[in-house]
């Protein structure tokens, strides 16, 4: 069947004339998907179409045509063409239409990301993606398949603090786990950048624990990472897994992660010269595994360590006593980690220069201040909303047909109760 | 490029912003496909970053400026200087870094007011670190020479000593 003038301009027609109410888009859908073949057959001549479409109104159809003229390759020249119409397109599109035919504008997202890559220019991607995401998403508890990839445009292009922001919503539905996986990984790996160590545990340990039925590439590699900012923000690491791991997690994910578990080992003597020296002897296999960084960061996390164990032995210590249990070089060396440490909130103490000591104090917090109270109740509120949330859930799974059906296989055909007590006698 | 909401930021002291609103038109004008990097403020930006205590993504920010950027603006590379020094937590470093270059005049505005707030801040530090300090080592973290540190800020020194008291 070939697009001949008439049928292109009944095309057009058409999606002028359906895109105005939700019926109308609805319809004009129907109509788009019969026509998937002749799409299909024609993507090298439907560009000129999009000239007299406009993007925020007939987002719809735009979408349509713009999917099939993307699916045809194209050379290195056009490229920088196709991702500044996609990008406009993102911009300018309408939500409620698109959102209609969620899989293609995936589709040409995907595409606009590869094409971004190839360009080798990461960042004209990431300020398109952001809105395409936040076009595509029902709500912001709601996981795309946009947003692993944002988060690597992210990565790529090293704007970290607008990968941040995503991060910040919490995710309550996810389509595919694929997703889910590569979002955590690639929010803990920004997480990391930006030094937020307690937001990075939480994501790489949801990639760890996530169900799984066979093991896959990301979670070891989150695993191995998971590791390294446990030693650097707890200064230790627990080898056990919690019950709700996968088993296949459980059994497998070690023997991928040896010279990992081995650090662990070696940081837990309190040592930092076998610690340095075993970073020395495996730098190869951390250096392969892109990990280099965050080892050296686990490395001087020891000093940190030792001092705050200090802490719990000492009232007062001199300068002197510090650098040679914790293996500094001088006293003035032990002074810049000390007051390094109070300025990061990590120790109470003051130093006291002229007599060279320094005296540990208690947690001055006392729970008493108007942001405490401010904060205990923000998180009570969010407490009190995932509890709703989770009866919400519990509701819905006890009425679903597949939980039932196993459910029921599993339980006796007839309680006890089903059981009358037949009286033996009647009294009259 | 559009630069009037930074101007606007400059011009009204709004120091704070300047890092969002920096960033955020970076990513715009990038994904217009436009080439910036010659004409964009970096020394601005970074110092936007720097201002508000974000080292990691000044890093970034540094990471990403091309080379020949870097050779051709030295105030780029003096404005990095100070995040460098702030990132290794060579506190007396940063002062000199503030102290050592002439800066232009769209940035010496910044510059003066992050000077200030550092100091602020570094004093304040002192004050809950220390229970006696050296006044060499005061005017080292201050960004004073010694004698300024031991005559001036006579009120201050009197608040510190209280401090000190309650203790």
Redesign the interface.
Known sequence: MNLNMNSVETLVAQIQGLSGSTSDVNHLHTLLKQLEELFKSESSRLAPLLTELDPSIHSLGYLYILEACTSAPISKEQASELVLSVGRFINLCSAEQIRVAPDKFISVCKRFKDQVMLLEDPMRGVAPMLTALQKLQYSSEQLTTLHPDFLLLCLLAKCYKTGLSILEDDIFEVDQPRDFFLYCYYGGMICIGQKKFSKALELLHSVVTAPMSVLNAIAIEAYKKYILVSLIHLGQFSSSFPKYTSSVAQRNLKNFSQPYLELVNSYCTGKISELEAFVQANNEKFESDKNLGLVKQVVSSMYKRNIQRLTQTYLTLSLEDIANTVQLNSAKEAEMHVLQMIQDGEIYATINQKDGMVRFLEDPEQYKTCEMIELIDSSIQRIMMLSRKLTDMDEQLSCDPLYLGKAGRDRQRFDFDDFDTVPSKFTV | MDFSALNDALASKSYDQIADIC?TL???V????VVFQDEWPYAIHLLGHIYIS?I??AR??W??IPLAVKERQPEVVAAWNIGQKLWT?DYAGVHEAIREFNWSPEVQGIVASFSELYTKKMFE?LV???????TQ?TALFLGLNADDAANCNLSSFFTWLITFVQ?
């Open positions: 960033d970076m990513l715009q990038s994904s217009q496909g974000d990691n993504s970034f920010l990471k990403r937590r530090l809950s670190a220390y229970s006696t300090i050296s080592d203790i």
